[in-house]
């Protein structure tokens, strides 16, 4: 075997950094890589501890990072600068990377535990450049994905989560940062999507937008969307804002399709937790006249496994629009629910074929309990149809404490 002076070169320098790894001390994290490059290129060799670019050169890019750290068993860390990083590899002019999962082109592929840690969402940035998403996780339920002080921005997908998408029951976590700017075509997430634990702090999701337009299935979470039972979704000190989803469907040529929650959508999750939040000015809007077309202007909850509790959060300003808009501020369907010391005002229910429950829409499918509690006041929402502040319909426990206010509703504060 006659080797080449590169690849003998190759050879002594992965003995070297072998050895070197070796004799590491072991600490909480298996591996950890400092970004130091904002180019957009795949790992020379993935799986051999060493984030480079090239043999020997040491430029390590977040791909070739996030390449190592799915590489390396245990859970890994990720270090970037105050650099925007923009994604662009192999998707110039195209919209390839979506279906690559090996993070080599298009949206980082994330398939294990890893922390990947900014300078703060103002300063550390990675871009999607609209060429796809931006993360996209698949691991275990043992994995847990965590994002600190990053914004992610400018995803775009065919699919679900313009920004990031956890099509697994890892754990993600997000803290500190921005998800704003992401845009997909699907059935949810226009800024994240989540089937497995989602937990996000202190951060702001804002601007995002999912659309959907196949007739007849509905698009869940213009900010966020969390399906399915083993997710759950914890939100604490976070503002989620200008966020839209919106079913693109033609009812004058039979079409239909509903867009639920244009702030955050939850569908048949595990158990839903929002706290000392913002939701603010986000809107679902769909043109197709059946009953929950359009619905949860702010949040949608439908068929949660466990009670949802929103507590000392703000739901104000949001809109559910278009023909059949239910629930401006909060749509919650058979789903047991507790509001308390919130504020729900200035929501709007404005469909052109019916709208009810300005502030707050219920459906009990089986006999849900909801309470309003807490000093939270319902006040001064709109409803173009009637049930200005709350609208209930079907079986329906609605406890409101006496500490509550429901008032200064248009047309009125109560249906029925
Ligand atoms: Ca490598
Ligand atoms: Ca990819």
Known sequence: MRWTGQEKMRAIIYVIVLAGAMAMPSASFAAKFVVNSTDDIVDAAPGDGICETGAGNRVCTLRAAVQEANALAGPDKIVLKAKKYSLI??????????????????????????????????????????????????????????????????????????????????????????????????????????????????????????????????????????????????????????????????????????????????????????????????????????????????????????????????????????????????AVIGTTSTFSGCTIKGNAANGFSAAQGGGIYLQGDALMTVGISGLSKVIGNYAASSGGGIFTSGAIALNIAETATVANNTPDDMVP
């Open 89 to 330: 590899a192999g998707n110039e002019g195209e919209s390839g990377g979506a279906g690559e999962d090996a993070a080599a082109t298009g949206d980082l592929d994330i398939s294990e535990s890893v922390t990947i840690i900014g300078q703060g969402a103002a300063y550390t940035v990675v871009d999607g450049s609209h060429l796809d998403r931006v993360f996209h996780i698949s691991g275990t339920a043992a994995d847990i994905i965590r994002f600190s002080g990053i914004t992610v921005q400018n995803g775009s997908v065919i699919g679900q989560g313009g920004g990031i998408f956890n099509d697994s029951d890892s754990a993600v976590t997000i803290t500190s940062c921005s998800i704003r700017d992401n845009l997909a075509y699907g059935t949810a997430g226009g800024g994240i999507a989540s089937s497995g634990p989602l937990t996000i702090v202190s951060s702001v999701i804002a601007r995002n937008a999912l659309y959907f337009g196949m007739s007849g299935i509905s698009a869940l979470g213009g900010g966020v969307a969390v399906t399915g039972p083993n997710a759950t979704l914890t939100v604490t000190g976070s503002k989620i804002a200008n966020n839209s989803v919106s079913a693109v469907v033609e009812p004058a040529i039979g079409e239909s399709g509903s867009a639920w929650g244009g702030g955050i959508g939850a569908d048949g999750a595990n158990t839903i937790m929002i706290g000392s939040s913002r939701v603010l000015n986000n809107t679902a809007d769909s043109w197709s006249p059946s009953l929950l077309a359009s619905s949860g202007g702010g949040l949608f909850i439908s068929g949660s496994t466990n009670p949802a509790t929103v507590t000392e959060s703000s739901i104000a300003n949001n809109a559910a629009l278009g023909s059949a808009a239910n629930g401006g501020g909060i």
